[in-house]
């Protein structure tokens, strides 16, 4: 486990502030170059987009109205999979993202009186759930320790803005790497950033006091974190 993991780093704001231009920068080149589609978002199908859809969404009770976060949203590819997976349920949404091009898309295809979208780096409400699909796995091109610090401050961010929970997934590394192999030497290239889940999860379960389970082996090389607070723990933070 590296530093920023193990210690929970939190990013200063101009280095903050780079590392999102630099997000921004990669997902709006590819959304103009794939358009509204799971490439341009930068995953391979629109199977296994609803896939990690089907993980993310276990956070949530759909068996009420409720409020949900959509931090990463893209082209708001959520949006109609919410319809089709559960119609019956009255659904608050506000998609966020770091790149205009992609809100821009959003707004076109399904904004509206409950589907909203927002441009932005911070998550501008508190709401029942947060849901973050890929948002921390194309690092580009900083140091392990340093996205890892972004990883910590991400996580913060959905967890003072979640009122009952969040989840969050990210690409698994090989059982026999080292996570610590590119802390240094790889700093400037745009690379996957992969790890294993005891690294999140014992982050999420000692800075949040959260019950945190892991979800693997749904057919890619990835798990997703639903992290829950518990009942009484909620207090309203004020958001990075």
């Known amino acids: 486990m590296s530093m920023a993991a193990g210690g929970g780093a939190e990013l200063g704001g101009q280095l903050l502030g780079s590392i999102c231009a630099g997000v921004d920068a990669y997902y709006s080149q590819q959304v103009a170059r794939h358009g509204a589609t799971p490439l341009g978002v930068d995953w391979s199908c629109q199977a296994t987009q609803a896939l990690r859809f089907v993980q993310l969404l276990k956070v949530c009770d759909f068996s009420s109205p409720l409020t949900l976060n959509d931090v990463g949203c893209g082209y708001g590819a959520l949006v109609p999979f919410l319809a089709a997976r559960h119609p019956g349920c009255e659904i608050d949404y506000l998609g966020v993202d770091l790149s205009r091009a992609m809100i821009s898309r959003a707004r076109r295809r399904f904004g509206g009186m409950r589907h909203r979208f927002m441009v932005g780096a911070k998550i501008p409400r508190i709401a029942d759930y947060s849901v973050a ?71 999420c379960e000692r800075e949040f006091g959260c019950a945190v389970e892991v979800i693997g082996n749904y057919g890619m090389k990835e798990f ?8 009484a723990a909620w207090a309203p933070a004020q958001p990075h």
């Open 133 to 203: 699909s890929g948002i921390m796995n194309v690092n580009v091109g900083y140091a392990r320790r340093t996205w890892e610090g972004f990883v910590a401050t991400m996580l913060r961010r959905l967890h003072e803005t979640s009122r009952c929970g969040f989840s969050v997934n990210f690409m698994l590394a090989p059982h026999d790497a080292d996570p610590d192999d590119d802390v240094e030497d790889d700093a400037g290239a745009t690379r996957l950033y992969r790890t294993v889940p005891e690294v999140w999860r014992r982050f």
């Open 224 to 231: 997703t974190l639903l992290v829950r607070r518990e009942e």
